[in-house]
């Protein structure tokens, strides 16, 4: 006789089933913490991978995308390749070679988030996600930071920063680097939360009388008959600092009086040139230089300010003048910008600079029809191809006289009364004798911005910090951080030395990102993870003074 199996002598009652239940439920409550690690391993996995086949611009969308992408294609254009060889069809091996460049080529293509910075850095973010409350009490339970104010930062400064963009944007587009798209969107992003007094019926009555004065002139009169308008346009500048049109009127009226004044110089002209002469058309160029940056200071992607910006760089800074004509090719390819107001500022640079405008532009167009892949004109390729005429005689005496304008002066000949020190550069050493800048903090940070560690963080990086943290009114916020420089952390870097005499700026910690390395100095770091804040000035950016 067999003797009965163990578990068959076991009887499963109500009572057994419940112990069981029980064990099962502590077991489980014990393991959770190993159970939800072994849970997210494929999500690290995936993530890990992802950045393998992507760059540090891709959001984690598009890397995960690339890793499916790559996972799915590759078994696949292996078994199609076999199943060629196999049957010994050529069409197929050649559908498998053509598949396997596109999937390449959607691997190595740029970030989507890179390419169209004016969605991400100058448009409106998205409706910010409910904080969590957890997130926002830890937050506002926790000792708070002492609100210690940033020191108060010059309009000087912050003018001298842009401008430094906006001559770095024209270099990296001249040199055919993209890394110019990211200096448009920092100009962009310090341009928003302006806290600059406006006086719309002021600027209304100034714009009014401008169109009255101007409707009967054309860019290049005298200087006698311009200044009326002048007036007027300086008067909308000072009432709304916050509008572009103005200071771009202005700078294509003093573009038309510089380049007038050269004319008269000319080859029939009744006098030479003078030092004197030649001080009075530097100062109308750089006015004119001056109102066009202004202009892109407000708005990096105003109509005609970049065109405006170039003929004023033609004869002293021409390779800045070939970027600034590239990002106007692109907007321009972008169905934006007005063929008036382009007109109107060709009229203004003069019939005799002309050619050498239309060199310069013809490049620009080659290059930017080649990045889109479109193809060029044979006018345009042949007028590319031509060399830069020589500078008029008028404008080799004034470069020799005061100087080229790109920071280095000619070399003076001997009794030369060039040598005499010009006024403006006087009265600017004596107020501002003794006067130590702070280091610009974009010029710190430029090292790992261009190598993709740092990218422009848009309103949307920095809702998310927001709901994490619950922190104050929209505007309040805005207003605290109007004019700092915001980056978002795309990958671990040195954070360079001299931060803890720099400008605030704000760095945006992403989730799964390595923190970067060094000292802060008086950069705030915000955790978008976490909710945490990390630096001297956090209790300014959370609550104010």
Excluded at 175 to 203: C, V
Excluded at 344 to 371: H, T, Y
């Amino acid at each position: 006789m067999s003797r009965p199996k163990p578990l068959q002598r076991f009887r499963y009652t109500r009572m057994a089933w419940g112990k069981l239940a029980v064990l099962l439920f502590f077991t489980l409550i014990l393991l959770a913490p190993f159970t939800g690690w072994l849970m997210s391993l494929p999500l690290w996995a995936m993530d890990v991978a992802g950045h393998w086949v992507s760059s540090p611009l891709h959001s984690r969308d598009e890397r995960w995308f690339n890793l499916a992408l790559l996972m799915a294609a590759v078994p696949s254009l292996i078994a199609v390749l076999m199943r060629s060889i196999e049957h010994n069809d050529r069409e197929l091996r050649i559908g498998v070679v053509v598949a396997a460049f596109a999937v390449v080529a959607i691997l190595v293509a740029p970030a989507r988030n890179a390419q169209r910075f004016p969605a991400d850095a100058i448009v409106g973010g998205v409706p910010a996600a409910p904080a969590e409350p957890s997130a926002m009490a830890d937050a506002l339970a926790s000792p708070a930071p002492a609100a210690v104010s940033p020191p108060p930062r010059s309009a000087r400064e912050r003018e001298a920063e842009i401008d430094a963009l906006i001559r770095g944007a024209a270099s990296s587009a001249a040199h055919g680097d993209s890394f110019y798209r990211q200096q448009l969107a920092m100009i962009a992003a310090q341009a928003q939360g302006s806290n600059a007094k406006r006086d719309a019926d002021r600027y209304d009555g100034a714009m009014r009388l401008y169109r009255e004065a101007s409707a009967a002139l054309q860019p290049g009169a005298g200087a006698e008959r311009i200044e009326p308008i002048e007036h007027y346009l300086s008067a909308a500048v000072a009432a709304d600092p916050s509008r572009a049109l103005p200071p771009r009127e202005l700078g294509i009226w003093r573009l038309g009086a510089f380049m007038d004044g050269l004319g008269r110089y000319g080859a029939a002209a009744e006098r030479p040139l003078d030092i004197v002469d030649a001080e009075s058309l530097r100062r109308q160029r750089d006015a004119a230089r001056a109102n066009f940056l202004q202009a892109l200071r407000t708005n990096p992607t105003f109509d005609g300010a970049w065109r405006g910006l170039a003929w004023t760089w033609l004869y002293d800074q021409p390779d800045l003048a070939l970027g600034a004509l590239m990002i106007e090719a692109e907007q321009v390819g972008r169905a934006a910008g007005s063929r008036a107001v382009r007109q109107r500022i060709d009229v203004a640079g003069g019939a005799e600079a002309a050619p050498r405008f239309q060199i310069l532009q013809a490049r620009a167009q080659e290059v930017a029809m080649e990045l889109h892949g479109l193809s060029i004109p044979a006018a345009v390729r042949v007028m590319a191809r031509r060399p830069l005429p020589s500078l008029p005689p008028a404008v080799a005496t004034m470069q020799k006289m005061v100087g080229t304008g790109a920071g280095v002066a000619v070399e003076p000949a001997p009794d030369d009364l060039s040598t005499i020190p010009r006024l403006s550069d006087a009265l600017d050493a004596v107020a501002f004798r003794g006067a130590k800048a702070a280091p610009s903090t974009t010029a710190l940070l430029a090292t790992p911005w261009r190598r993709g560690a740092l990218v422009v963080a848009g309103p949307l990086d920095l809702s998310h910090w927001r709901a994490r943290v619950g922190a104050a009114g929209q505007k309040s916020f805005d207003a605290r951080i109007a004019g700092w420089p915001r980056y978002r952390i795309a990958r671990g870097f040195d954070l360079p030395r001299g931060l803890d005499r720099s400008a605030p700026a704000i760095l945006v910690l992403p989730a799964m990102i390595e923190r970067p390395r060094g000292d802060l100095g008086n950069v705030v770091l915000l955790d978008a993870s976490s909710g945490a804040c990390s630096g001297r000035y956090c209790g300014w950016v959370l609550r104010g003074p």
